[in-house]
């Protein structure tokens, strides 16, 4: 789950963008928002994830305040969801989200080049053919592995597909249930080709990407302008600490003490890290 914005204000005052995207299927859900606030979040997950969809077995977001606060602490662990958080200013790790956000982006630029303003009305146009377009992590649709099925697009009404030139209203009952039958099917396969695609994609990044490496009781110093209030300004220190590395989260993401015994709430990432040396 993630924050777009600020864009050019829309009806209703609305400049942000609260974006969630099922991890499997690829599906996307998205609302144009006034201001993004802890209640609007708790809200948005309310009524537009659990009350279509059920209960998610976990949600993922960055450090920003309309996540990590105690209200909607409260709430996920009310429904027993898990809550976990990417690196401090590391997004590349909420992957799905930043990919999402990108595509979304770029749809909502090619169909709104003039008429600025009315992002928040086109968004569901560029939804929809989201939604319904092959994604190549999976070889599916969204609409199909979420609901088992592919949907009528309006290009089908005037150029009739095979399934519109067939359709047969007798039969119909029968073929939807012989698809629900092969729905297990389609999105195990589709499963493996992720689980292929992510190998492909971590073998590239890897190739290109050295993090930095740290062990559990290295001292480190933490990148300040990634921690300090904007209102601090530049004349502060570029690096903060030395911190004591507790626990090695996952290849390149850290979690992270004072001297003085706190552990600090967040994984960091090591590219806001660096070793301390006496």
């Known amino acids: 789950m993630d924050i777009l914005g600020p864009f050019p204000t829309a009806s209703g ?38 009350c279509r969809f059920g209960l998610p077995r976990a949600l993922i977001t960055d450090n920003g305040r ?44 090619t169909r709104l080049d003039r008429a600025k303003g009315a992002w928040a009305d086109e968004l569901y146009h560029v939804l929809w053919a989201y939604r319904t377009t092959q994604r190549v992590p999976t070889g599916e649709t969204p609409f199909a592995l979420a609901f088992g099925t592919e949907a009528v697009i309006p290009i089908e009404l005037k150029l009739p597909s095979a399934r519109i030139v067939g359709f047969n209203e007798q039969l119909n009952p029968q073929d939807l249930r012989a698809n629900l039958d092969l729905l297990e099917e389609k999105r195990e396969v589709a499963r493996i080709r992720m689980a292929t695609y992510q190998r492909k994609v971590a073998r590239y990044y890897n190739s290109r ?29 570029n690096w ?10 996952r290849p390149g993401t850290y979690r992270l003490k ?21």
Not at 26 to 49: G, R
Request: proline share 5%.
């Open 66 to 109: 309309q996540f990590a606060g105690a209200r909607f602490a409260e709430f996920c662990e009310g429904l027993n969801v898990s809550h976990h958080f990417t690196s401090v200013a590391h997004p590349q790790a909420n992957g799905e989200a930043e990919v999402t956000n990108r595509t979304l982006l770029q749809g909502l630029k």
């Open 13 to 50: 005052q609305r400049k942000f963008l609260l974006v969630a995207i099922d991890y499997f299927t690829k599906w996307v859900e998205a609302e144009p928002l006034a201001k993004i606030t802890e209640a609007k979040v708790q809200d948005f997950v309310w009524k537009t994830l659990i």
């Open 209 to 237: 990407v050295k993090n930095k490496a740290f062990r559990v009781g290295d001292l480190v110093l933490r990148r300040a302008a990634v921690s300090r209030p904007q209102s601090q300004g530049k004349l502060v220190p």
């Open 240 to 249: 903060e600490g030395p911190y004591e590395v507790v626990e090695v989260v």
């Open 258 to 278: 004072e001297l003085g015994g706190l552990t600090l709430p967040r994984p960091w990432n090591s590219e806001n890290l660096r070793m301390y040396h006496q």
